[in-house]
């Protein structure tokens, strides 16, 4: 199993950012997927999620509204759209997905929002 994310960077508030994870290694659009981060000296937290046939969606509190998950099972693809970003949302954010034999991650993209 692999996750690998892309699309993070250094963005002012009130920007936007489009982050990418493509998985390989399992029937990807049999399984839930999940976005989560951690910011410095937190701990990780779940950020979004969408189921796999039905394709339903749950969002933290802190981010309805602002941001979108969606995914491609087409190309093995989950996205996290990010709108309207505050400097509290500057974290690493990995995907996430739990298959029987574990629970994997990526290694993380880094997402800074500052002036």
């Known amino acids: 199993v692999q996750l690998v994310e892309s699309g993070g960077g250094l963005v002012q508030p009130g920007g936007s950012l489009r982050l990418s994870c493509f998985a390989s290694g399992f029937a990807f659009r049999n399984y839930h997927m999940s976005w989560y981060r951690q910011a410095p000296g937190k701990e990780r937290e779940f950020v979004a999620g969408?189921?796999?046939?039905?394709?339903?969606?749950h969002y933290l509190d802190s981010v309805e509204g602002r941001f979108s998950i969606s995914r491609d099972n087409a190309v093995n693809t989950v996205y996290l759209q990010m709108n309207n970003l505050k400097p509290e949302d500057t974290a690493v954010y990995y995907c996430?997905?739990?298959?029987?034999?574990?629970?994997?991650w990526g290694q993380g993209t880094q997402v800074t929002v500052s002036s």
């Open positions: 996430s997905t739990a298959i029987p034999g574990g629970t994997y």
């Open positions: 969408i189921s796999s046939v039905e394709t339903r969606t």
